[in-house]
């Protein structure tokens, strides 16, 4: 018997939370450390992904001969970095999509819930 279009959109969200019950045990076994460890990981990955950006801008910036070098440098070692806008709202930084910072915040969210429970 074959299925409608109607059912399988039925039947989406079981299957859904079928796949999400077999992940998040794995998840939720991380601690503390692994973590801080999955942290590190995701910090490095994004220096990589951010280090050509902030070197064409540090490079921009010279060559506009708005500011000293040294200026420019400082200014351009944070860029993409979370930072604060008014002192109150944050601004997210940038490459936290990659597949190592996902994994993390995925499981600092699922050692928050875990945490919230006990």
Known sequence: ???SDKDH???FPLRMLFALLLVVP???ALGDKEVAELGEKCEAAREVALAPIREQRVQACIEQKL???DHC???YE???NVTMRGGVRPVVGY???LPECVEWIDAREALRVSR???
Do not use: W
């Open 1 to 3: 018997m074959l299925l």
């Open 9 to 11: 959109n039925r039947r």
């Open 26 to 28: 794995t998840v939720n």
């Open 67 to 69: 500011r000293q070098p």
């Open 73 to 75: 440098r400082r200014y």
């Open 78 to 80: 944070t860029y993409g």
């Open 95 to 97: 490459f936290y999509d």
């Open 116 to 118: 919230s429970r006990n």
